[in-house]
């Protein structure tokens, strides 16, 4: 396990991050590199995948200490992406000899193998394997070979893997064999209080294209809900992204009693969540949940896909349905439409658990993993042992 019984020095003054624009991932990083500048560390942040929009870019800007490096390589898990990969992987490298970091924190596998001069930690966000062993739900297609024996190069060739929850961790090491050195820390949000009124309206946000948000299901039953369903979220997936979404959902906007929003900028998002009195998120998939930690925080009660990962996330602060119980999600919503008390406890018991989930307990964990992995380095004695799992 990770030794740091000795008061260490901060040694990781520069940090060479991975992240792509898709998903939760650049919300994680950018909280992260916030954190981490508090304490004098600096982030270069490589972004690789489709472009940052204006506003996301405007958000990443206004970090203190942060440095964009910006690309468009593929990510691992579009289509085909083997080459690109390769070209990225001799990108990363050229920054790296610019930027002379004291570790690299990746956000995806694939580089983990690169070769760097640096010690790497990288960090497990999802993974195309679990994905599909949860929305498929049979086995995983010969085409991804490739893709799996890339991605195990990469969690067992980094010194350290990160998972932000027990599930996920497990689905690892299920996929890609036993890995020697691994911790769990959850992920962690900022949300200021709310000073709207909230309103009678259920909201879900996400990937709309991703099947494993399984929005599209709230969509089929909104028509037998009392209150407006609002689905804010892109329904389009990026360029170049892989067959294993198997075509996306349908638009959700489609059905009576939704309105589709499309994609909103944080600020816009959070707005709507500080109104919304609901949020529904029947995932078939999903290793943490940025988007249910921000709804929790800005006051909703969350009705939650019965899975592993949220039910280790949320314990007894949400409803869960089973993400195929389209009776069951017609139930649950109603019932908390119907009893105010229960819905306000509700909603009181997620945001007191998602203030578990702090941006700063996140950075204190990652910063005290840079430094026991830096000591190891130096300090042979300082070493991580063994691969029992460090639960942060």
């Known amino acids: 396990m990770f030794n740091d019984t000795a008061v260490l020095p901060v040694l990781a003054r520069t940090v060479m991050m991975t992240a792509d624009a898709v998903g939760g991932v650049l919300t994680y990083a950018l909280t992260l590199a916030s954190e981490l500048a508090k304490t004098g560390s600096k982030t270069h942040l490589a ?36 080459a690109d990969i390769a070209r990225a992987t001799d990108w990363l490298k050229d920054l790296e000899k610019g930027i002379r970091p004291d570790i690299i924190h990746l956000n995806h596998y694939c580089h983990g193998a690169a070769g760097f001069t ?17 929305v498929e739900g049979t086995s995983v297609p010969e085409r991804y070979a490739t893709y799996k024996q890339a991605v195990r190069r990469g969690l067992h060739a980094a010194d350290a893997v990160i998972a932000a929850s027990q599930s996920m961790r497990a689905s ?8 020697p050195r691994t911790a769990v820390i959850p992920n962690g949000l900022a949300a200021e209080p709310s000073r709207q009124s ?14 494993a948000k399984n929005v599209e299901m709230l969509g089929r039953i909104a028509g037998k809900l009392p209150w407006p369903v609002k689905i804010a979220g892109g329904s389009a997936p990026p360029r170049g992204h892989a067959g294993h979404v198997n075509g996306p959902s349908p638009d959700p906007g489609t059905y009576s009693n939704v309105e589709s929003l499309g994609w909103l900028p944080p ?19 999903e290793p943490f949940g940025l ?70 307990r996140n950075g204190r964990a990652m910063r005290d993993l840079y430094e026991a992995i830096l000591h190891a380095r130096r300090v042979p004695a300082l070493r991580m042992e063994g691969r029992e799992t460090r639960s942060v």
């Open 47 to 82: 972004l690789m995948g489709p472009k940052l929009r204006p506003e996301q870019e405007a958000v990443a800007r206004a970090v203190p200490g942060l440095v964009l490096h910006e690309s468009t390589h593929a990510l691992e898990w579009m289509d085909d992406p083997w």
């Open 118 to 134: 640096a010690p790497v930690l990288l960090v497990a966000h999802s993974c195309v394997l679990s994905w599909w062993e949860a």
């Open 172 to 179: 690892l090491e299920r996929h890609y064999g036993p890995l």
């Open 198 to 211: 909230k309103e009678h309206l259920i909201l879900a946000a996400g990937r709309v294209w991703d099947r």
């Open 267 to 285: 600020s816009e998002l959070g707005a709507l969540m500080d109104r919304a009195t609901i949020f529904a998120l029947p995932a078939k998939y």
């Open 291 to 360: 988007s249910a930690l921000e709804a929790a925080l800005r006051g909703c009660a969350l009705v939650l896909g019965d899975i592993p990962s949220l039910r280790e996330v949320w314990g007894n602060a949400a409803v869960y349905v089973r993400p195929d119980d389209e009776a069951g999600l017609i139930s649950a919503i109603n019932g908390l439409v119907n009893d105010d008390v229960r819905r306000a406890e509700l909603a009181d018991a997620a945001q007191l658990r998602a203030r578990l989930y702090t941006p700063a």
